[in-house]
T-cell receptor, first 114, second 113 residues
């Protein structure tokens, strides 16, 4: 079965500092996709960044980057120069190439201290 | 473009009542999805529709039915609501491509008393 685990229920970061959110996953397939979604208090789910498993290069979107370790089945999100607007729930998710289903982790609440 | 819209935004039901959650997208997406989000958990897939005319069960389909009315609309029906169905419900849509980003609606908060 496909699973996604986020072991950090809550993280805190000082504004302008860097924080890393952890995610591990389990799959027996070789082709899959990984995502990080942000959910602010408005409840809207917003895609932050995605990674294709067949790409070795780590994805980057402005201040957001991932550390994708395929052998370790690890997919962490690094947020640089944290801003107050980054405060939200962050969900890691995976999707197998053979399926339409997104499997979500339980989420990490990120607090940003001014 | 409105993206993915859901109605209603909030709903309170009594045990045993029925209701339909509506979802529509204007992005010409092939695939649509219904998720539920419970406190302390990520989203879990209830049902999905890979393309118009098809629907399939997700992780937690019991107690729900769906209808893919046309390419734009995908509804979720609770025939006899139970307190365990108290949750926030999200609809999403995507293109039917290999690297499909799912776009989410704003959610419906449902309380069953």
């Amino acid at each position: 079965a496909q699973t996604v685990t986020q072991s950090q229920p809550e993280m805190s970061v000082q504004e302008a500092e860097t924080v890393t959110l952890s995610c591990t996953y389990d799959t027996s397939e070789s082709d899959y996709y990984l995502f990080w979604y942000k959910q602010p208090p408005s409840r809207q789910m917003i895609l932050v960044i995605r990674q294709e498993a067949y790409k070795q290069q780590n994805a980057t979107e402005n201040r957001f980057s991932v550390n994708f370790q395929k052998a370790a089945k690890s997919f962490s999100l690094k947020i640089s120069d944290s801003q107050l607007g980054d405060a939200a729930m962050y969900f890691c998710a995976s999707r197998m190439d053979s399926s339409y289903k997104l499997i979500f982790g339980s989420g990490t609440r990120l607090l940003v201290r001014p | 473009n409105a993206g993915v819209t859901q109605t209603p935004k909030f709903q309170v039901l009594k045990t045993g009542q029925s209701m339909t959650l509506q979802c529509a997208q204007d992005m010409n997406h092939n695939s649509m999805y219904w998720y539920r989000q419970d406190p302390g958990m990520g989203l879990r897939l209830i049902y999905y529709s890979a393309s118009e005319g098809t629907t399939d069960k997700g992780e937690v389909p019991n107690g729900y039915n769906v209808s893919r009315l046309n390419k734009r609309e995908f509804s979720l029906r609770l025939e006899s609501a139970a307190p365990s169905q108290t949750s926030v419900y999200f609809c999403a849509s995507s293109l039917r491509t290999r690297n499909n980003e799912q776009f989410f609606g704003p959610g419906t908060r449902l309380t069953v008393l």
